[in-house]
């Protein structure tokens, strides 16, 4: 049985996304660190004083680039998955922009006896997202993304040693 859905790759939509999906994972994902690397024990150390953390940052925030962002992405999929009232909401918001965006520009959209321009569409769907988003706690699922994200990532870069080793062979390469 044939289907009568479009092939997703014909889509020049899709085709754009998924270029700039290619892109990020090839130039922020490019580099992910091993994990026995990335949670080293025997690297945890306490710095010796604010300009031993400032060097710490300054070396691990570079070299771990592509783990702090999988780490922020897998923040961000954990609030999702336990927030099903913000996920169903980023989907309708979603679901409305796309559709709204797929209607003929300068046409309206006639339901029954009614006629929608787009103005009153995106309106409608703006006075609905926000309560949606008020109640779903978008606000404060932000806050705790960009809070836990700051820490763990920082936390791990500061007290994360860096390799002498390693120091060295990237030093000379430049």
Same mark, same amino acid.
């Given at each position: 049985?044939?289907?009568?859905?479009?092939?997703?790759?014909?889509?020049?939509?899709?085709?754009?996304?998924? !270029?700039?999906?290619?892109?990020?994972?090839?130039?922020?994902?490019?580099?992910?660190? =091993?994990?026995?690397? @990335? &949670?080293?024990?025997?690297?945890?150390?306490? =710095?010796?004083?604010?300009?031993?953390?400032?060097?710490? %940052?300054?070396?691990?925030?570079?070299? &771990?680039?592509?783990?702090?962002?999988?780490?922020?992405?897998?923040?961000?999929?954990?609030?999702?998955? /336990?927030?099903?009232?913000? /996920?169903?909401?980023?989907? @309708?918001?979603?679901?409305? %922009?796309?559709?709204?965006?797929?209607?003929?520009?300068?046409?309206? *959209?006639? *339901?029954?006896?009614?006629?929608?321009?787009?103005?009153?569409?995106?309106?409608? %769907?703006?006075?609905? !997202?926000?309560?949606?988003?008020?109640?779903?706690?978008?606000?404060? /699922?932000?806050?705790?993304?960009?809070?836990?994200?700051?820490? %763990?990532?920082?936390?791990?870069?500061?007290? @994360?040693?860096?390799?002498?080793?390693?120091? *060295?062979?990237?030093?000379?390469?430049?």
């Amino acid at each position: 049985m044939a289907s009568n859905f479009p092939d997703v790759s014909s889509l020049p939509i899709s085709q754009e996304r998924l !270029s700039l999906l290619n892109r990020f994972k090839s130039e922020r994902l490019g580099n992910v660190r =091993p994990l026995n690397e @990335f &949670f080293s024990r025997e690297r945890f150390s306490k =710095p010796n004083g604010m300009g031993d953390v400032a060097q710490r %940052l300054s070396y691990n925030l570079t070299h &771990f680039q592509s783990n702090y962002i999988i780490v922020v992405l897998g923040l961000l999929v954990y609030c999702l998955i /336990t927030n099903l009232w913000l /996920t169903l909401t980023i989907l @309708f918001l979603m679901g409305g %922009l796309n559709f709204i965006r797929k209607l003929p520009p300068n046409e309206p *959209f006639v *339901f029954h006896e009614y006629v929608i321009t787009q103005k009153k569409m995106y309106t409608v %769907l703006f006075c609905i !997202s926000v309560p949606l988003l008020w109640i779903s706690s978008a606000g404060s /699922t932000i806050f705790w993304i960009v809070g836990a994200s700051a820490t %763990l990532v920082l936390g791990h870069a500061a007290l @994360f040693r860096p390799d002498i080793n390693e120091s *060295f062979t990237t030093d000379s390469q430049v």
